[in-house]
């Protein structure tokens, strides 16, 4: 247990659980998408659907798509700054059978076209739990610096990425593997201890196996 475990996080709003973790999970869609969104449709389930306005919800979920973080003074006025941007936002209320009751899938567009969607719990005390990337399942907490490695289902291709990072100096703290069908596209969800340089993504993604890959910033 650690300082941020006993006295929360530094933040701005009413509740850890509805702001700073929202905040935290706007952020994680923002780095997925790896440009300013122009378009955003965020679902809302359990808690979140039903207080989400009078907790402050939705100002801390477009404050992290626009990636502030959970202390920044603008959270207040975000609905005001994204307009202000030309960044449409919707909100609307879900049912997600069996999932946690701070959960919500946000879908982001670029100007360029890209798509990125993320859906994840906010579980107390600011803290996050990533469950599902572009509809493939995933368990990340935010709290390392996380690689997500888009890959084709082949032999040897988490040989080769696991080799990399070993060379690289980067220790694997947890690894997880998500795969639509066997032989198809896989996602391996990898928490590293230590810097992840931008040279160090360059050359990951520079490997064979690899289609992509996504750095989210431990937060």
Avoid: C, W
């Avoid at 477009?62 to 920044?72: R, V």
């Amino acid at each position: 247990m650690n300082v941020f475990d006993i006295i929360g996080p530094v933040m701005i709003g009413p509740s850890s659980s509805h702001t700073a973790g929202a905040v935290r999970l706007g952020r994680v869609a923002f780095s997925l998408l790896g440009e300013e969104a122009v378009s955003a449709e965020i679902e809302l389930a359990g808690s979140f659907a039903e207080t989400y306005r009078g907790h402050g919800t939705d100002k801390a979920l477009t404050a992290g798509i626009m990636g502030m973080d959970s202390d920044d003074e603008r959270i207040r006025r975000s609905p005001q700054i994204a307009r202000e941007k030309g960044l449409k936002i919707s909100f609307r209320e879900t049912s997600l059978p069996g999932a946690h009751p701070n959960t919500a899938r946000i879908t982001l567009y670029g100007a360029s076209g890209r798509r990125a969607q993320v859906q994840g719990e906010s579980v107390g005390g600011g803290s996050i739990l990533v469950t599902g990337v572009n509809g493939m399942s995933v368990s990340f907490t935010g709290q390392y610096n996380t690689v997500l490695v888009l890959h084709m289902d082949k032999p040897g291709a988490i040989a080769a990425v696991a080799q990399f990072m070993a060379s690289s100096g980067l220790n694997i703290g947890s690894f997880r593997l998500s795969r639509s069908y066997r032989g198809g596209e896989a996602l391996m969800t990898i928490e590293v201890d230590g810097a992840v340089t931008d040279g160090l993504m360059e050359a990951l993604r520079a490997l064979p196996p690899v289609l992509q890959a996504i750095l989210i910033r431990a937060m």
